[in-house]
């Protein structure tokens, strides 16, 4: 059990491109593969992460690693996540300063960043997707998360043209917990 | 001296690890101002490669900027001090709330504000994929791989395919292998031979 988290973070850690928002899908597979958390308890732990300090991903290892198999679970998943990229770097400052520049290495990542970019959207999308409609039994709207939705999408696209700057992410979550207790209250 | 490099080293980071909210992007910016501006430990310029050596490699952007700082201050020893520094703070802030999380949802109010986050969750990750989106290169090979990338995973979503992420990462790097490396350098050679 506590070598599969150990190992299932390692995953995350060596292929988790372009941080923390490249490695949700990473994550979300190799935690629901494995029968750790429902999507929907996932989707609040990556709430819990965003609003507290750290890396977004290194957050998720620990809170995983501890919900599944206490400290111990907390210590591997997060030493897990983050081996690849210290001994990466390493190498990459240790021995092969001028790596990045060969053009293979580029033609590689040329490759894999827009591919990332459409994972990302389409978790994105699905995710947003699965809060507000259900399948299951036949098509329904969810109207309470719709509206929600709807809301916070509005905040975000007006509040840039106010003061000239994004909504940050942990303001965001506080407004979506705001409306949470008033929208569900009622 | 060296003891009290590395204590400087583990303190510096444990502060941005403490402080900084939101994840990679914030980070840098906190480490630019403590280790470019005022321990002046890396330049401006070394700076703007590490953020780039970190894009481009896995793993959290800021556990990247750690190890490259402690690296070049301290070596080995270093990097090691630099990263346990950054992981620490949260790890013991998220460890105690990961105790405690099954008696919070137990209460009425932080279930509805939980179901708030689930709306904003998945918002931000789209919002983060619309930025990557403006900055990226828009020629067709590019904007190709996106829209398949995307189609394919929304199908595994919806319709179960059983396509991992992993493998659609490692089948578009090596489209770019061939594309921007392999089929350039084979054309160059075949206009030299004619």
């Known amino acids: 059990m506590i070598w599969e988290l150990f190992f299932g973070f390692l995953r995350v850690g060596c292929f988790a491109f372009g941080g923390a928002y490249g490695a949700i899908p990473l994550i979300r597979e190799v935690v629901l593969n494995h029968g750790w958390l429902t999507d929907e308890s996932l989707t609040y732990l990556i709430g819990v992460s965003e609003s507290t300090p750290g890396p977004i991903m290194v957050n998720l290892a620990t809170y995983i690693g501890s919900l599944e198999a206490g400290l111990p679970g907390a210590l591997l998943a997060t030493v897990a996540v983050v081996l690849p990229s210290f001994l990466v770097i390493l190498a990459v400052t240790a021995l092969l300063e001028n790596f990045l520049k060969k053009g293979w290495v580029q033609a590689l990542l040329r490759g894999l960043k827009p591919c990332l970019t459409g994972i990302i959207l389409a978790t994105g999308c699905y995710m947003i997707w699965q809060s507000c409609f259900s399948l299951e039994p036949g098509f329904q709207i969810q109207p309470r998360p719709l509206l929600l939705t709807c809301i916070l999408a509005g905040a975000m696209a007006v509040f840039p043209k106010l003061r000239h700057k994004k909504l940050s992410p942990i303001s965001l979550i506080l407004l979506s917990c705001v409306l949470g207790i008033v929208v569900y209250g009622v | ?194």
């Open chain 2, 1 to 194: 001296m060296k003891n009290n490099r590395l204590s400087q080293l583990l303190f510096t980071f444990m502060k941005i690890g403490l402080f900084t909210f939101g994840g990679g992007y914030a980070m840098i910016a906190m480490i630019e101002d403590l280790c470019v501006e005022k321990k002046k430990w890396i330049t401006h310029d070394e700076m703007m490669n590490i953020t780039v050596i970190a894009e481009s490699t896995p793993g959290p952007i800021a556990i990247n900027c750690a190890t490259y700082v402690g690296y070049r201050q301290a070596g080995l020893v270093g990097a090691f001090a630099a990263t346990v520094g950054i992981v620490l703070p949260s790890f013991c802030i998220i460890y105690i709330i990961s105790v405690f999380l099954e008696n919070f949802l137990e209460i009425q109010w932080i279930t509805h504000a939980f179901w708030g986050i689930q709306c904003a969750v998945g918002l931000l990750i789209a919002d983060a994929a619309l930025t990557m989106i403006k900055k990226m290169n828009k020629k067709p090979v590019p904007i190709t791989l996106l829209i398949v990338s995307f189609g394919v995973m929304c199908a595994s979503n919806l319709a179960g395919w059983q396509i991992s992420s992993i493998q659609l990462m490692i089948a578009a790097a090596l489209v770019g292998l061939f594309i921007f490396y392999l089929l350039p350098n084979h054309l160059k050679r075949g206009g030299k031979a004619q």
